[in-house]
């Protein structure tokens, strides 16, 4: 299926149902997202397969495809997305401040979808009305000029989402933020060339939370934690830092609700620290050996679970969920 769409208008898409037969790599069925404005065409995320839902899409120029292939053999329920034809508000302007309470939009680099000029200093606010409420940032185009010192900076606050991180390339784990607000600053050199630019797409999430994210610093005292595109299977090479740190004078407890990796400890696994940092001395090193459901991690006050997924097939999830306690006096 491919939309094309009149001149200053993008194809925004949303799928409302997802449910493919699951894969490793996704290699029986797939759904795929190209955007075909480019010659060649140019995939936009992942294969997804699973229940995996694509995120929120907005087409870079102003045709898209939806790529949807089967094997053979296993069915599944499929799935459904809404499409519309819609101009990007502000598209390719320097900088934008929004509170936002409900919905969806985008934001691009300046000149978007030409490339950026030499000398840009531009900040990008988003702010959750709700405080209760997450905006999730999802990037369906990123390309700066990583040599010339291009940048784009991302601070994100919010009880379970906050990170200072500076980008300057294309990078798997990064096509995903969330937080109750988010900081962008991108800047830019001058007297290389200058790349493309980016267009992410942004919405609000209204539980307060949001499962499946690669990483994060969380300080309430109660919590859920997932591995990334839970209840998905992860994806390889993730390398992932949990930081959770509760009030004064209590402990944190991890509670395992699911667990369940691939292969043995020299590859994919979990560990945990007791302190904020890796060189913190550890709990707890887990893999698909020997881990026991019903263990119960207990710290002094602080802890950093770190999973680790080699290159390989995709993995099934894990699940923690931490409740603050008080320790026996």
């Known amino acids: 299926m491919e939309k094309a769409c009149i001149l200053d208008d993008r194809v925004w898409i949303r799928f409302t149902d997802f449910h493919l037969e699951d894969a490793p790599s996704c290699v029986w069925d797939d759904v795929q997202i190209f955007d075909t404005s480019v010659t060649p065409r140019a995939?936009?995320?992942?294969?997804?397969?699973?229940?995996?839902?694509?995120?929120?899409?907005?087409?870079?120029?102003?045709?898209?495809?939806?790529?949807f292939h089967t094997d053979y053999s296993v069915t599944a329920k499929g799935f459904s997305f809404d499409y519309s034809f819609e101009s990007i508000a502000g598209l390719g302007d320097c900088?934008?401040?929004?509170?936002?309470s409900s919905g969806s939009g985008a934001i691009t680099s300046?000149?978007?979808?030409s490339a950026y000029s030499d000398n840009e200093n531009c900040v990008y606010e988003l702010t959750a009305a709700n405080a209760n409420d997450v905006i999730?940032?999802?990037?369906?185009?990123?390309?700066?000029?990583?040599?010339?010192?291009?940048?784009?900076?991302?601070?994100t606050t919010g009880a379970h989402h906050a990170g200072d991180t500076v980008h300057t390339r294309d990078d798997a784990n990064f096509l995903h933020v969330a937080?109750?607000?988010?900081?962008?600053?991108f800047t830019s050199s001058s007297g290389s060339p200058n790349g493309d630019g980016f267009l992410a797409t942004y919405s609000v999430l209204t539980d307060g939370a949001i499962l499946g994210m690669c990483g994060g610093t969380y300080t309430s005292d109660t919590g859920t934690i997932t591995s990334p595109g839970y209840p998905g299977n992860y994806d390889n090479s993730a390398d992932c830092d949990y930081s959770i740190t509760v009030s004064a004078g209590n402990v944190v407890q991890l509670e395992f609700s699911t667990f369940h990796v691939a292969g043995y400890c020299n590859g994919d696994s979990l560990s945990i620290y007791n302190g904020d940092s890796a060189s913190a001395p550890m709990i707890a090193h887990y893999c698909a050996e020997g881990f026991r459901a019903d263990y119960t991690a207990i710290s002094s006050g602080a802890v950093q679970p770190t999973t680790v997924s080699p290159a390989g097939p995709r993995r099934r999830p894990l699940q923690t969920v931490y409740p603050s306690v008080t320790p026996a006096s």
């Open 179 to 185: 937080g109750t607000s988010l900081t962008l600053t």
């Open 95 to 100: 900088g934008m401040t929004a509170t936002i």
């Open 136 to 155: 999730q940032l999802f990037f369906v185009q990123f390309s700066l000029d990583s040599a010339g010192g291009d940048s784009l900076r991302i601070v």
């Open 110 to 113: 300046p000149s978007y979808p």
């Open 43 to 67: 995939r936009i995320g992942e294969k997804y397969c699973g229940t995996d839902t694509p995120p929120y899409v907005v087409s870079p120029g102003q045709t898209l495809r939806v790529s």
